[in-house]
């Protein structure tokens, strides 16, 4: 039996299809997916940078002068502050850290004390400036980073006073401080050689170790404000190593001058030599009797004494120290190292060498020397009942002084000045400086070294002439009574000015 049902007809392979079929692949406009959907976040990225570089620019140049954000001083948050608000608030942080008193243990002393009484001052603009640069400028990672962290900074700078400090905490390690001893050097008997005295270490309070614990407890809270000062053990500023290593076994040069005793000027020259006794001069080290002494007053004992002052006789504090400097010229003449200021007397004087001499006053003229030995030269002193001697220890360097003084030349005569003088009897007058000429002399000195090399110096020292200086009193005449010095109608010429150059001793 036959089907009467018709085939459903078959497709061939070259005829179009009436139903395309959509690919999942793709998106319309036949574009891969993938690529449009990186291109779509590339540019919602590219917005979003964008967006954050204008908030970031505006955000920069609306910050102006002001602190960054989330900036802390010593526990204040000074974030977006301006200077001005961040200077005002860190002020009454500061003023709380010192009016709140701290706790200071001393060995087995305890006590307490405000640190204003300690002086103490805290640097408040250096704070301020470190919190406005900690975030300032246009860097994005400190400008990103001051929205999620904070950034912490302390006061760095506490001042303090020293004295206030020690007379603070001293007394409370009184019981148990021993000075340290510097080493020092013992000249022989003979004066010929030197030994090292040893150092010795002492106890007592480390100043910086204890200002920098006070400093710390200053600036802390609660029970953190509280400072230890323990007692430490103290180091000789000189050591007996650092004493031996200075090369003073030997005399290098010494000189000794001579003056009548029991004058006042006498007492100058001692204390000019305690002062400057048992210095030490390192190698290329520059010397100056004035940086060492300083000014020649009553309060750093010294007394009035004749000096010449603008050519004449006076008195004046310090009187006689151009002695000792006289000695001390010498010996750093005889060892033969350079000397670089000096100025000899304005009158010679028959104790000193003849053109081998110096005066001082203050702050010039001055004695100055430089050490040119390979190693350290110790200055010693001795004063006696009518000499003071100055010597300069070291080692010899096998270099040899010869020394020549010439004739003198070039006299200037004196002249007589009369000066008017009130406090005499009417009608008398007196020497008050005898006369005697000037005249120029010169000095050499030969330096011959360890090595044959010759060094000739030569100096040339000019005495002005001692003029001779009459007081008197005119007798009054019966008509007139007498009229001022220097006025019209006096018998009397008028006073000389004061003297304008330094007195010099």
């Not at 614990?213 to 809270?221: K, T, V």
């Not at 000189?238 to 040069?253: H, L, S, Y």
Request: hydrophobic share 35%; charged share 25%.
């Amino acid at each position: 039996m036959v089907s009467t049902q018709p085939k459903p007809a078959s497709k061939s392979a070259s005829s179009p299809s009436h139903h395309a079929t959509r690919d999942p692949k793709r998106t319309p406009g036949n574009t891969p997916r993938r690529v449009f959907w990186l291109r779509r976040a590339a540019v919602g990225l590219i917005t979003l940078l964008a967006l954050v570089a204008v908030f970031y620019v505006v955000d920069r140049s609306a910050s102006g002068d002001r602190i960054g954000r989330r900036v802390e001083v010593a526990g204040v948050d000074v974030g977006s502050m301006s200077r001005d608000e961040a200077r005002s608030a860190l002020e009454d942080e500061a003023s709380d850290l010192l009016s709140d008193p701290i706790t200071i243990q001393a060995e087995t002393e305890t006590f307490s004390i405000e640190p204003t009484e300690l002086e103490a001052q805290i640097d408040v603009e250096t704070a301020v400036e470190t919190a406005y640069e900690s975030r300032a400028g246009w860097n994005p990672l400190d400008w990103v980073s001051g929205f999620f962290t904070t950034e912490r900074i302390d006061f760095e700078a506490v001042s303090m006073s020293d004295d206030k400090v020690r007379a603070a905490v001293e007394p409370a390690l009184s019981k148990a401080t021993v000075e340290p001893r510097n080493a020092q050097f013992q000249i022989s008997s003979d004066g010929q050689s030197v030994a090292v005295i040893p150092s010795r270490n002492g106890s007592g309070l480390d100043i910086d170790s204890a200002m920098s614990d006070i400093r710390r407890a200053i600036l802390s809270r609660g029970d953190a404000r509280r400072a230890i000062v323990p007692l430490s053990e103290l180091e000789p500023d000189v050591t007996t190593d650092e004493a031996r290593a200075m090369g003073i076994k030997e005399p290098v040069a010494t000189f000794t001058t001579k003056f009548p005793s029991g004058e006042e000027r006498v007492k100058n020259i001692r204390r000019i030599s305690e002062i400057l006794d048992g210095t030490t001069i390192a190698p290329g080290e520059r010397f100056s009797v004035n940086d060492k002494v300083g000014k020649r007053t009553e309060a750093n004992g010294f007394v009035t004494a004749p000096v010449i002052y603008d050519g004449e006789f006076k008195d004046d504090v310090g009187g006689g120290v151009s002695q000792y400097a006289t000695t001390l010229y010498n010996a750093a003449w005889f060892a033969g190292i350079p000397i670089k200021e000096h100025k000899a007397h304005s009158f010679y004087l028959s104790r000193y060498p003849l053109g081998r001499e110096a005066t001082l006053s203050y702050p010039h003229p001055d004695l100055a020397f430089v050490n040119d030995y390979d190693t350290h030269l110790l200055l010693k002193s001795w004063v006696g009942e009518s000499s003071v001697t100055v010597s300069l220890y070291g080692t010899k360097d096998g270099r040899e002084v010869e020394t020549q003084t010439g004739e003198p030349y070039d006299y200037k005569d004196p002249e007589t000045v009369r000066r008017f003088d009130e406090t005499l009897k009417p009608g008398t007058e007196k020497v008050a400086q005898k006369p005697k000429r000037g005249y120029s002399v010169d000095v050499t000195r030969k330096i011959t070294y360890a090595d044959g090399k010759v060094k000739e110096e030569r100096i040339t020292t000019v005495y002005s002439p001692q003029h001779k200086i009459v007081l008197y009193n005119a007798v009054p005449t019966p008509a007139t009574a007498p009229a001022a010095p220097g006025t019209p109608g006096s018998t009397a010429p008028p006073q000389t000015a004061p003297p304008s150059s330094a007195p010099t001793g």
